[in-house]
């Protein structure tokens, strides 16, 4: 979740500076990521209905399906820092 914190604060960060220098922004307008986010919801549709008629519950499905497709899986960033340092380490002991 912190990424995702840290992503909206970069991105107003760099608006900001857009609106200071007068710069019309690249990102695609509003509408456009309204309608994506129509699209990511609608694909769950149907899975979602699956899992009613089913009678299963519905938690089962928003765990199972809907909630890794709408968003994403966090990034593990310690377990990749981890992993940097230790092979940062197999090299330094390579050269020794």
Not at 15 to 40: F, H, M
């Amino acid at each position: 979740m912190k990424m995702y914190l840290m992503s909206l604060g970069a991105g107003l960060l760099v608006g900001t500076v857009y609106s200071l220098l007068n710069v019309r922004s690249p990102a695609p307008p509003v509408i456009a990521l309204v309608g994506l986010l129509g699209i990511l919801v609608g694909e769950q549709l149907i899975p979602f209905a699956k899992t009613l008629l089913a009678k299963e519950p519905a938690a089962l499905s928003w765990i199972n399906q809907i909630k890794p497709h709408m968003f994403g899986h966090l990034p593990e960033g310690n377990e990749q820092v981890e992993v940097a340092h230790r092979a940062a380490t197999d090299v330094e002991g390579l050269r020794s």
